[in-house]
């Protein structure tokens, strides 16, 4: 089936112009903030509908490589957003226990993969935050 | 416009009984009353009365504060933060006068207290772009380290012999560390909420391993920041917000003051987005007679931004678990990867300091 125009991001698009150009003015002053907050909502959930898969395979790969570990096989296959998460909540758990403490290519390698997907979640939640 | 706990008649008249009640009064008259965008935490309300007769007869204009249906945890109930106000104005610490607590929910169905409007700005967007004339920055700083040293002389002897009775307790025991608690606490904030952040893990392991030492036990504001002050043309007029105070080491509040989450993106006046250090520094060292160990101060800016993460992600749990729908809370979810970015590069600063040592 072919989707039908507008699609969706098209329309949020739209929306959130006319929530700015056309009703913000309209808004008494103490509810303006409310406005901005809808905006911004709207404005996040654009950028992820933009990214449609945003960076998982990407980061499964950057986390796979900081964690010195090859590519899941023999395992049930898991979408790899799955995957990522049980990794994550592995590496949480391991920096919490002491794993990274040694200033060490292991640490690095955790450091840098900590930097990346930090970024990769800003740029979602708040671009402007990294000068783009 | 009226909604929530003065949102009808009934119980509106059931607060001016009880402000007559507790004025000493004949009759207490609301003559305007008008919600206030308070923090994501609790209502406040601008309540303006007549007080007939009693010793407080006159018009008041003055801020009505009652809990929010849910709360952050190791927030003070109203009740508790009354106590508090009273304890920072024996102090000295400029704060509006706390008049009347209401425990009874027959009132207005939670706790509730009554304390004097005061006339100023606390937002610190606003704040940190426009000082409003009279209140030039560095001065400004500096009469809030002053006012920080004043917290900082609040101890637990001090309370014991302000109010005997207990009233202090809910503050709990004074801890040998103060800052290892809190670790203990977050991880297990982070494990009730069930989730998995490598980055807030990162910083608290080294919270962990780079604790220093207590400097002394005093209260701690714990929210002491831009945007928790009001400020008018004559300076500085109140300091507020007063529901996260525990026993802790003082350093910690400078690092919080100072963490780049509350420079509302005036990155460069490291001292809350309003000025340099080097003032407020100096404020607090003359009024606390404490030396500034800026280690200390470094380490409680990593502990901030930890600190508000776990906060943030308690806001936005309280939005999903539907206890407490608000965009606010659910927008407040997502500013956690820019704090978990300063938590890196703080801690990447830190190890480059350590080794040029």
Redo the contacts between chains.
Sequence with gaps: MTADRPAGAELLAEARRTLLEVLLPLLPA?RR??GL??A??MA?VARELDAREPGTREMLAALLAALQQPEPSGEPPSAPEETL?RL??R???D??G?R??ADDDRRAA??RY??A???A??RL??PK?LGG | MTAGALGDAAAQERLCRFIAAAAGAQAARLVKVTPL?GGAIQENWAVDIDVDGGPQAGSHALVLRTDAPTRVAASHGRAEEFALLRAARAAGVTVPEALWLCRDPAVLGRPFYLMRRIPGVAAGHRLVKDLPPGAPRDALVERLGHELARVHSITPQTIAALAPDQLFDFLGPPSANPALDRIRLY?AYLDDLDL???????G??WLE?NARPVHAVTLVHQDFRTGNYLVDARGLTAILDWEFCAWGDPMSDLGWFCAKCWRFGANEREAGGIASRVPFYRGYEAGSGRRIDTASVHYGEVAAHVRWAVIALQQAARHLSGAEPS??L??TG?????L??EI?NLI?TAGQAGRAA
């Design positions: 103490e903030y409310d907050m809808v911004n909502a996040i998460a994550e909540a590496l949480a758990r920096i919490r002491g990274y403490d955790v450091r900590l930097q997907a930090t970024i979640r800003l939640s708040n935050l | 965008r991880r998995q952040r490598p980055v807030l893990e990162w608290l392991r391993l965009l606010e659910a927008l997502r500013i956690v990867p820019e978990e970015l890196l990447d």
